[in-house]
């Protein structure tokens, strides 16, 4: 599976409504970001589907590189630099 392009090194904050049913891009080419816009077409990228569960701001991913995307969970903060891989090298385990 092709990686996905980075469309932010960083979370996006949005609006979120109880209830309601989000397209987050996964694929990291939509213009409409975090949401999908239909730039994964012919990938084998998919936009992931959520439901809001409160109207709240929350943070969504948009390094396209979380373990629980759509949310963000700080992983971003690994990308520039040294990276995750020179973190657990140094022996680092949370
Ligand atoms: S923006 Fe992707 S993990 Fe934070």
């Known amino acids: 599976m092709k990686q ?9 904050a949005v609006e979120v409504i109880a209830g309601k049913v989000y397209l987050w891009c996964a694929c990291g080419k939509s213009q409409t970001q975090p949401w999908c816009d239909g730039s994964h077409a012919g990938s084998d990228k998919a936009p992931l589907t ?3 569960k409160e109207t709240a701001t929350i943070y969504l991913c948009g390094c396209k590189h979380s373990g629980h995307a759509p949310f963000c969970d700080g992983t ?3 990308l520039n ?11 680092q385990t949370d």
């Not at 630099?81 to 022996?91: A, I, L, S, V």
């Open 4 to 12: 996905a392009e980075d469309s932010a090194k960083q979370p996006i």
């Open 50 to 52: 959520f439901t809001a």
């Open 76 to 78: 971003h903060q690994f």
């Open 81 to 91: 630099g040294g990276g995750r891989d020179q973190y657990f090298q140094d022996g």
